[in-house]
């Protein structure tokens, strides 16, 4: 029996599955540009977006197909759409968000040059992948 996956915040859920994906190699982020090759770049697995020095430039797409192939193949079901995916992963403050365009639309993708080509990416510090979110401690 397939288990949907909503128990916990959807956000949360995207980006267990994205570290776990990173880990272990199965999806990988390529160089962007000239900068050094961060450790989430290693691997064999299928590439899912870039990095820099700061950021990751995911492929939005390739990252929502990844992320719902990882729950499936672990017998659950991420149960959101891509676009609900990306919305709750930006009210989580996980992606960048850019500026409204000039018609007032909020968008969540960036244009961004990535191996010599304009392309359409989510925006994500590089430290939201690197461990998973940890809460503040509290003041004794």
């Given amino acids: 029996q397939t288990e949907i996956v909503q128990d916990e915040n959807p956000a949360k859920q995207y980006m267990d599955a994205l570290r776990a994906l990173l880990g272990t190699g199965r999806v990988r982020l390529a160089p962007k540009g000239s900068y050094p090759v961060p ?9 899912i977006g870039w990095a ?60 961004v040059h990535c191996d010599g080509t304009l392309r359409r990416v989510l925006i ?8 998973e979110d940890v809460p503040p401690q509290q003041q004794a």
């Fill in 39 to 47: 450790t989430l770049t290693v691997g064999t697995g299928e590439l």
């Fill in 52 to 111: 820099d020095g700061l950021n990751a430039y995911l492929v939005p797409e390739i990252a929502y197909l990844s992320v719902s192939k990882f729950y499936r193949e672990s017998g659950g079901n991420f149960g959101i759409s891509k676009r609900m995916a990306h919305e709750q992963l930006s009210k989580e403050g996980y992606i960048v968000i850019p500026k409204k365009e000039k018609n007032g639309v909020q968008r969540r993708e960036h244009s």
């Fill in 124 to 131: 994500m510090p590089l430290g939201k992948l690197a461990a």
